[in-house]
């Protein structure tokens, strides 16, 4: 993080040992749970269980990934790219290893040892011994809408990119990072009703400056407090996030966002709106970081 910018940006920096370590850890974790994925996918008796073991996966992933990586303190997309990629690879491998032998009903824990150690094998079993002569069924015990062949593989492939989907969740890093404390911002959000003066107000400010132009927004923690004051079913509104420091409370971030918010039957609902980016990641200064820091 450098203070002579107007705006935070990543240093793209990471701690090579740490990020090793977590990254190995991760793999181990990342088998286990493709042993389980193929363990109960192997049982299930339906195709949408299945794909919900899958979604499943995906968000155990994304979020192993994520606590890692914030363990590690990388600060580079690249490297975060690359640790989500070894987790979702070794993920789908050793899901794929279980099911082989799952399948061929073969001495488990040792037949298991020798094909995760032997990939070529691996693959080779899935093209020409299960591809060619399996066939799934949507519902398991029925010959109707059977899948074989070029659908199979279709399907294998399928499961293959889903597996690693969540590198999606890595192309960005979400949080802001202390270059100075070594530690991660904590990020605070806060809501307000909008209107065209004020966000006038808002644009028209210094960089960092936004003290005089939010000195009359009452600020809430919870939308549904912005509901007392609402004069329509739908009503323009501000989304503040306020990143601070915990260590040092210096060069706090803020990120407002314009929004729309409805009253529904269900409760307070809010969609984005195109442009809707007042402020994106500006240091502000004493006064603006005051305006927000006495209301956490």
Known sequence: MSSTNEYYQFSNKFNLGSTILLTLIGIFVAIILGVVYAIISHFSPLILIDIGL????????????????????????KI????????????YYSNLVTFEVLLFDTNYLSNWISLFLSPIDTITILINEIIPYREI?????????SISGLG?????????IGFLCPILAALSIEDAFCEDCQTWYKKYFFYSLSNEELENNINSSRVGSYADALANVELQKDIRDLLVQKTDDQMPMLNYEYCQCPKCQHKSILTITKKMLKQTKKGPEVEDVSDGILVNQAYIDNQTDQLFSTKI
């Open 137 to 145: 069924t949507i519902t398991k015990g029925s010959s109707e809408g």
């Open 54 to 77: 899958l979604v499943g996966m995906y968000s155990l992933i994304v979020v192993l990934q994520t606590h890692l990586s914030q363990i590690a303190k990388i600060r580079n997309v």
């Open 152 to 160: 199979l593989a279709g399907v294998y492939l399928v499961e293959f």
């Open 80 to 91: 975060n790219i690359l640790m989500t990629f070894l987790i979702c690879l070794f993920a």
